[in-house]
Structure formats: C-alpha cells, structure tokens
C-alpha cells in the first residue's frame, strides 16, 4: 500500500505535467496533442483505480499488478471550435440576418419619466 501511495504522488506530479503540456500546445499550435491527450486519461484512470485500491473500495490492484486502464477515443481540442460563436456575432451586427427579439434585453438607460418616480429623490 504504500508502494502504491508513492506510484500515486508521482504519478499526480506527471499528471500535472502533462495538464502544461496540453495547455501550452493548445497555446502554440491551437490544437491538443493526441498522445498527452490520452496518456493524461490513461493515467487519470490509473490514478482513481490505485484510490480505490488504497481506501479499500476494491481488491483489484492497478498496473503494474493489472493490465494499463483503456483509454476512451474522444474527439480532442481545437481552439478553432470557437468559430460558432464569432458566426452569432456576426449574425446579430447585421440586422438582416438577426432575427431575435432584443426585448428580453435589459436596458440600462435611465428615462427622464423613471427619474422623476423614484420616491427616495427629493423634489426640489
């Protein structure tokens, strides 16, 4: 147990390795690199398996003792995902394509009517 208390702490330290290196190629190039993308998963779920081994939630013991967790195929990062939301911003500038109804907007613009009921304001 406390082998695997260690395999855990460095294992924590790699993971935030990792977490960095996404961060920074996402940065960089825009993208998510593939291979940090599942050696973080893989180690993620490694990491939760050695938790529950440790607190007795399970007999099973993680790798070394076990084969390495599957790692899920997901879709990935790309930061040029964002071009839906520059398309709406485009979208509500010309007044032709907009097509909401901006009453549900709140203005806050005080009119001259509205100063004049606020009971608190005195009359002079």
Same mark, same amino acid.
């Given at each position: *147990?406390?082998?695997? +208390?260690?395999?855990?702490?460095?294992?924590?330290?790699?993971?935030? @390795?990792?977490?960095?290196?996404?961060?920074? *190629?996402?940065?960089?190039?825009?993208?998510?690199?593939?291979?940090?993308?599942?050696?973080?998963? +893989?180690?993620?779920?490694? @990491?939760?398996?050695?938790?529950?081994?440790?607190?007795?939630?399970?007999?099973?013991?993680?790798?070394?003792?076990?084969?390495?967790?599957?790692?899920?195929?997901?879709?990935?990062?790309?930061?040029?995902?964002?071009?839906?939301?520059? #398309?709406?911003? #485009?979208?509500?500038?010309?007044?032709?394509?907009?097509?909401?109804?901006?009453?549900? @907007?709140?203005?806050?613009?005080?009119?001259?009517?509205?100063?004049?009921?606020?009971?608190?304001?005195?009359?002079?």
């Amino acid at each position: *147990m406390v082998f695997f +208390g260690l395999l855990i702490a460095v294992g924590r330290l790699v993971l935030g @390795i990792v977490v960095v290196g996404q961060f920074l *190629m996402v940065l960089i190039t825009g993208n998510d690199n593939d291979n940090l993308r599942n050696l973080g998963q +893989g180690l993620a779920k490694w @990491i939760y398996q050695g938790i529950l081994f440790l607190t007795f939630n399970t007999d099973t013991k993680p790798f070394p003792f076990d084969e390495w967790p599957q790692v899920d195929a997901s879709e990935g990062y790309s930061s040029r995902t964002a071009q839906s939301v520059d #398309t709406k911003a #485009t979208n509500a500038a010309d007044p032709d394509i907009a097509s909401e109804d901006d009453s549900s @907007i709140p203005s806050f613009v005080v009119s001259e009517d509205a100063e004049g009921s606020d009971p608190d304001k005195k009359k002079e």
